[in-house]
């Protein structure tokens, strides 16, 4: 049944791109030109950090601010994140959440804490610190994955994505800046995050009895832990029975389609800043949406996100909406094509609040995004209906993109890396894990997903299987 959430004053209906506000902003205050630096945190003395990226990013952080002279402290939460963060000024919270704010207040206040520092801003206990940190008039800092993607990190003051304090800006108010020099390179990012995850996950498993009333936003079970392995023999599964799809969309043939990159199931952003609490609620207004209004020889494409991979499959989902709507082989779906090849192609972008669409758009393609986020402005989203998007999506001005672009980048964007940045001071005793053994054990346990997912009731190709496995024995 098509349905989407109850909204607040602060969403609009869907179809209509957020940029209402963008000119709401007090006149007399001035807009931040300060390039975003970790140097801006280590401006303040005392520092508390909460929950950081998965991996020593915070430990080395803490190194970085101590040797400036700053000092800092942690809470931990979990047993993930005492893997990674085991030394230094370590406060443990074991209590029950409705106990979180009166302890955070005592513990700011005690301590005279000058700036708390998290990791994305949807968290309960984040935005719980948030309120904390407004009410003490203590700086607020949250780091979050790159606005600009590869090689950047996220760092903003008040808040990240549809909390940013970019989001009330108007086009009009932002002042022309320089264009940013050519970023680092950072390799093996996505490796490096997948394995980091894989143990702060392993950890919190284990860290179950001392934190006994923790709850992540991704179960720690070892329920939880097959999708990260099981992810990387379907990619391999997907690019093998994938491979006409992606031939066809990529061909210099190529139907007119649009493109619907989506986000991962459990996306705060979907949550808390969209007309829906689910991924598959998008999937069948977006579907419906198409199949009413589109032109008859349109195309629509839903892409899985990458790191999703392990954990949803929609096959089923959009094959029955393909049915139900009438539309049949018009809608397709799609795992793991070169993103920016389709950006090349498509005649339009449908997102909720992805940072995909800010790639689109560097890609001159027209994006409509349909939940509340930083970029959907007046002269730079379309502001129109899905509806009538499907029939003139319009043209991006690169002119405003590239002006915005530019701001964005100096304001909020660090090139670094949460995960591969080697200039971040080093974490003492990280050592490295013997190669072999891991490709060992990873092979292993692909192989007793592979009879898993045979019995999974998902459809199933023993010759992408085969395929599969004879990859990972090269490998």
């Not at 990387?232 to 690019?239: D, E, G, L, P, T």
């Not at 590239?402 to 964005?408: E, M, W």
């Not at 092979?443 to 992408?464: E, Q, T």
Request: charged share 20%; with cysteine; hydrophobic share 45%.
């Amino acid at each position: 049944m098509l349905s989407f959430r109850e909204q607040s004053e602060s969403i609009g209906p869907p179809g209509l791109s957020q940029g209402s506000g963008a000119g709401t902003q007090d006149p007399a205050t001035p807009v931040a030109n300060e390039p975003a630096s970790l140097d801006q945190i280590a401006k303040h003395r005392r520092i508390l950090l909460l929950q950081g990226p998965n991996g020593p990013f915070f430990a080395r952080l803490r190194d970085l601010l101590t040797a400036k002279g700053c000092e800092v402290a942690k809470v931990n939460f979990n047993g993930g994140d005492d893997f990674f963060y085991r030394r230094g000024d370590i406060v443990r919270f074991v209590q029950p959440m409705v106990r979180w704010e009166s302890m955070l207040r005592s513990l700011v206040m005690q301590r005279h804490v000058d700036a708390i520092v998290v990791f994305g801003t949807n968290r309960r206990h984040h935005r719980i610190a948030a309120r904390v940190a407004e009410a003490l008039g203590t700086a607020f800092w949250a780091f979050e994955e790159g606005y600009v993607r590869p090689d950047y990190i996220t760092l903003e003051c008040g808040g990240v994505n549809a909390d940013s304090p970019l989001a009330p800006l108007a086009i009009a108010e932002i002042p022309p800046v320089k264009v940013p020099v050519k970023p680092r390179k950072f390799r093996h990012s996505f490796h490096k995050m997948a394995l980091y995850s894989f143990w702060y996950f392993a950890a919190g498993i284990a860290g179950t009895r001392r934190y006994p009333h923790y709850q992540h936003h991704k179960a720690f079970s070892l329920r939880e832990l097959a999708p990260w392995v099981r992810a990387a023999y379907r990619k391999q599964v997907y690019r093998w029975g994938e491979r006409s799809l992606r031939k066809q969309l990529l061909a210099s043939d190529h139907p007119h389609f649009f493109l619907v990159p989506l986000q991962v199931y459990n996306d705060s952003q979907i949550q808390v800043h969209s007309p829906w609490s689910r991924i598959e609620d998008f999937i069948e207004w977006t579907a419906h949406s198409f199949a009413e209004h589109a032109p008859a020889e349109s195309v629509l494409v839903f892409k899985h996100h990458p790191m999703d991979r392990g954990h949803t499959d929609y096959s089923a989902l959009i094959a029955t909406c393909a049915e139900r709507f009438g539309v049949g082989s018009r809608i397709v779906y799609v795992h793991d094509a070169h993103l920016p090849s389709l950006l090349h192609r498509c005649m339009g972008v449908v997102t909720v609040n992805s940072t995909t669409g800010l790639q689109a758009l560097f890609h001159r393609v027209p994006v409509i995004a349909l939940g509340r986020c930083f970029y959907a402005k007046p002269g730079l989203t379309y502001q129109g209906t899905l509806n009538a998007f499907w029939n003139d999506p319009g043209a991006v001005d690169m002119r405003v993109y590239t002006r915005f672009r530019n701001y964005l980048v100096r304001v909020s964007q660090i090139n670094s890396s949460f995960y591969a940045d080697d200039m971040l001071v080093p974490v003492a005793g990280q050592c490295r894990k013997d190669l072999p053994k891991k490709r060992l054990i990873r092979l292993l346990i692909a192989m007793g997903l592979i009879a898993a997912d045979a019995f999974s009731g998902r459809n199933w190709d023993i010759a992408s299987a085969v395929n599969v496995l004879a990859m990972l024995v090269v490998a």
